[in-house]
């Protein structure tokens, strides 16, 4: 299903929302009351709401007094087991003004990739949402190997917005639009909407630039494409403009949907 156009995911019946691991950890852990204030804001008006996070291996860091990002399987996933218990606990906390409840989901690409593990993770997250629990969902980094890794959780996104059927998908980042170029770099203007199948060949494309993430803009289009094709609307942007991106205001950069 399509929105008609961006106001509309104020009132949109379902809505996915990923969120980056640089966006909530270290310096930026206070983003996760920024967050989930808005989400809780869509879920008064009716909105049911499923939110996708990194930062397990990110929160573990610290906590395992690693300051580098690991590049080997084991270390990441031992940081990950360590990591998403306290990621979880600070989202409760945060939603706890709210008198709202997190729900784990930690998925495998084996686990989108048959039909019945399909279908059980689409019951689970579907059945959360209406018993009124924030369903918040990241990979299952302890278990996962190199081989079967979703990559990057903005790919995990639209995977989940097209399985629960969601209007919209919102990948929030520390970058608040597409441009057509890394921000940075002279000249790169912010892209506002981008049509369905338009070409977007043109645009160069940087990787994250942060030490926590796994993400960047490539692995951002490639997840609004794979969601757009299901028919699900896409608005990229920063973690900042999540109140406004959330009440279809003309933040970021939209992605329309196939119709």
Request: charge should be negative.
């Amino acid at each position: 299903m399509n929105l008609s156009q961006r106001a509309a995911i104020a009132t949109a019946k379902r809505i996915v929302v990923k969120v980056g691991s640089s966006s909530i950890t270290g310096g930026n852990e206070s983003n996760i009351d920024l967050l989930i204030a808005a989400l809780a804001e869509s879920r008064s008006r009716g909105v049911e709401v499923v939110l996708v996070s990194s930062g397990a291996i990110a929160t573990g860091m610290p906590l395992l007094n690693l300051t580098n990002k690991p590049s080997d399987l084991p270390t990441s996933q031992a940081l990950a087991a360590v990591g998403q218990s306290r990621l979880i606990a600070r989202y409760q906390a945060s939603l706890e003004r709210f008198g709202w409840i997190a729900g784990q989901v930690l998925l495998t690409s084996e686990d989108l990739d048959g039909e019945v593990t399909r279908t059980n993770a689409k019951h689970a997250i579907d059945r959360l949402v209406e018993l009124g629990v924030l369903p918040i969902v990241n990979e299952n980094d302890t278990v996962a190997t190199a081989e079967i890794r979703f990559g990057d959780n903005d790919r995990l996104a639209s995977l989940v917005a097209a399985l629960v059927e969601a209007d919209a998908l919102v990948l929030l980042s520390d970058v608040d639009a597409l441009y057509t170029a890394p921000p940075s770099t002279p000249g790169a203007t912010r892209i506002e909407e981008v049509a369905y199948g338009q070409d977007l060949s043109a645009v160069e494309t940087g990787d994250t630039s942060t030490g926590v993430g796994t993400g960047g803009a490539v692995t951002k289009l490639a997840a609004a494409k794979y969601a757009t094709d299901a028919g699900v609307d896409v608005v990229l942007t920063s973690i900042s403009n999540v109140e406004a991106a959330l009440s279809g205001a003309s933040v970021g950069t939209w992605f329309k949907s196939k119709s």
